[in-house]
């Protein structure tokens, strides 16, 4: 069979992607628009994350449990049970999402937000067999094998793997009424060779490049404590997954007069050098092949080379901050520029900026900032410590209202 | 710059290490200043990654060097394109840009002197009938080459009347190789490890054929272990396989890449490869870069006095080895000699950009 895909989920095979996609499709779907049996599915998922104490040694599940524990949910409904009355929201059929393989329960989230909005779904996952992946699949079968009620839900999730195979996305793609592809340019380039069906749609999240935005004099106020604090939720945003989200900080933006930037600057850098972190939270190979890339057209400043962060100093300009996207390839390291103003930010950013974490900006400053920004730029402005948190309106995408039709009722 | 005068060119390895450090940090600090004031790139590198460099080093670890893939991201060069007379890529893995290594007149002829002065070391002047284990076509146009034309170049200087082992439909010429072998003495052979293995003897063996055996021959191979290391190939079983189905009676083996041609290190009889006086290696941490004792596995640093026209005369490779001393291998040479053990574990695939499809 050359159209075979290993099926994880819901059951545990190979399987012909024909028949997988003739299953999907020909089933009933009785869900609705935040179905309660969905959100009751979806907290049942988070408690059991939550009571299964090996968890704990990944930090990613725990956030996804979060974010999906039945009082968030309940707070999302709460914010779409407000949409006019004239507008019903019903689901889009068959989605069909591709997970990015360095960001391992993206697609968790995705499919999470789906089914809220009622739809069955085909995920492809990557093949690497992540220990996350595996984790997360055997919750599924957990789930419905402790509450069988749950059973419906096998109609909603197929998880499947499959390389390198067009003829197995031109199929699945011909089926779906939503395709999410998450991450890439390349691959989002190379999957949209793959027609969709004329009445589907697709939302496509490309590379994307962040920073964090820092006020110098509020930094150099704080207590020992608060930043030392300040340095540990830096580090969080900065080191998961390998500094390579889309929403992982890369470059700081110091914001103040040059003796308040320099000093506080200064502070923040040996600090976060002088965390520890165990050695696979980086690749020092890859840190030096992407830093080599970048010094060779920058001449930067570099301490802590081989340290667990590594920090690039340069006076601001345009074309090292472009250099830089091109460059970054995580691993932990940062490069840190200064500037007077946050209004001072826009003539070095792209379309490709999405997260602005910041510290010791008020909400005039953000207005500012956004109001300042000439394009398209920038998705979300964040609190330092906030960046990887995941929330369904992304990239500019509010993904409910994306992942589900809304049918406008006039009388 | 380059200060040649105190090599011996018949004699390659005969420096101690006392002697071959004070002519490689001669070499290399005056090779460094050079390429500072002839290469923005790598000027800027120095100046940000070793910036406590100043062109006059005491000691071999604290000389700078580039990780082996910034040849492969960067443009590298520290003469003006109108004097590059050659460029060399490497054969690239699948999806990977090719390293592209630029050439000048001076650093070709030096990298052909030197690779002549270690073969003739190894296999004698003379002219052998060669056997070259390898498509005819693989030589590419006249000064573009990759690394597997630039090898064959390079050891085509010691062969005569040569063979291609595999036609231009990679077939195997079995017949004509059989009727070189019945009409030559005293073959020299060459070819890479990889395709060596994978092609030539899995045929041979498919066809059930031995080539005979011939008296006083010699089969040079080097590179692609890499590739071979997956299969798990013992050196003993390769070298067994190349005498048994190949016909030769000594095998060498020789480790080199594309961005330090010419000052390549040869296996020695007891198992070793071996620096020549042109070349040295330091074998580093692959977390600190900390310069690591005899017998421990790291990183291999690569040191080379013949780089002019590019910035390579000291790489980080991604390959581990160990080096088991200076000077006194069993074999009676002087020099470092090490094992390579393969390639660093590769990083798995991440980023943004690699939905796998």
Redesign the interface.
Known sequence: MSNSVEVLFPSNRRESITDIVKRVSASKASQKFLSDDMVAFIAAFSRAIFRDKSFRTHPELISLASWCRSKRIEGLIQEYSKVDRTLYLREKGVAFHIAPSNVDTIFVYSLFISLLAGNKNIIKVSSRNSEVIIQIIKVFFEVVAREPHFNFIKDYITVIQYENQNEITDIISFTADLRVIWGGDESILNIRKSPLRPTASEVAFPNRFSFSILDSSSYLELIEDDKSQLVDKFVADASTFGQQACSSPRLLFWLGSAIETKSACEDFSSRIQSISLTDDFFDMTERLVSITNFVARNECEVTGLRASFCNLKAPLNKEMIQSLRECHTGNNWLLHVSASSVTDLNEYLTHKDQTASYFGLSREDISNFLDSIEGRAIDRVVPIGSALNFDHVWDGHDLLMSFSRQVRVQR | MVDLDLYKFEAPYSLNFEEKTVLMLKNLNAANGFHNDNSE??S??V???F?SYCFSAFDLADLPF??V??FK??HLASVPSNDISKILTSSGTSGQKPSRIVLDSFTAQLQSKVLTSLTSYWIGKARRPMVIFDFANTRASRNQFNARAAGIAGFSTFGRKPIYALDSNLELTVNELLEYYNGYQNILGFGFTFLIWSKIISELRRKNIRLPFKENSVLIHGGGWKKIEAEKVEKEEFDSDVRAMLGFDRVINYYGMVEQVGSVYFECEKGFFHAPDFSELLIRD????DVLPFGQPG?IQLLSVLPRSYPGNSI?T?DIGILHGRDNCGCGRKGSFFQVLGR?TQ???????????
Not at chain 2, 286 to 289: A, E, I, M, V, W
Not at chain 2, 347 to 357: F, H, K, T
């Open positions: 790139e790598f800027n590198i100046k940000s990654l910036p580039l990780p893939r910034a991201n960067l692959p977390l600190t870069h990183l980080l991604e660093q990083a798995e695939p991440r980023g943004c950009s690699d939905v796998v499809l």
